[in-house]
């Protein structure tokens, strides 16, 4: 009954910004739990950046400073923006949230991935 559906990827320079976005739609009750993981060839899946109900964030080592992780309630949508970006931040970017929603016998969670986004770091 919900979509997770990514923006904002693309090319862009060593040093420069991107910010991605994650909107949610469907039967929503509330979003609970959001993150971003990355996947770069070859590698594991990481999580880069997590935002709990309550605010409280965190975020890899490798992107400490340089990344932030937000959201915006009314519109059931999340962000990474990204600055200071390094050859080494390249990946596909995927959302992901644990999602409470209207079901057919009430409410339920589970847990929701975007279709991931190509970020790529490059000169």
Not at 48 to 67: C, M, P
Not at 75 to 81: A, D, E, N, S, V
Request: hydrophobic share 30%; net charge neutral.
């Amino acid at each position: 009954q919900v979509q997770l559906v990514e923006s904002g990827g693309g090319l862009v320079q060593p040093g420069g910004s991107l910010r991605l976005s994650c909107a949610a739609s469907g039967s929503i009750f509330s979003i609970n739990d959001m993150y971003w993981y990355r996947q770069a060839p070859g590698k594991q899946r990481e999580l880069v950046a997590g935002i709990t109900r309550g605010g409280s964030t965190n975020y890899v080592d490798s992107v400490k400073g340089r990344f932030s992780i937000f959201r915006d309630g009314a519109k059931y949508t999340f962000y990474l923006q990204m600055n200071s970006l390094k050859p080494e931040d390249t990946a596909v970017y995927y959302c992901n949230a644990a999602v409470t929603y209207y079901s057919g016998s009430g409410l339920d969670e589970y847990d929701y991935w975007g279709q991931g986004t190509q970020v790529t770091v490059s000169s």
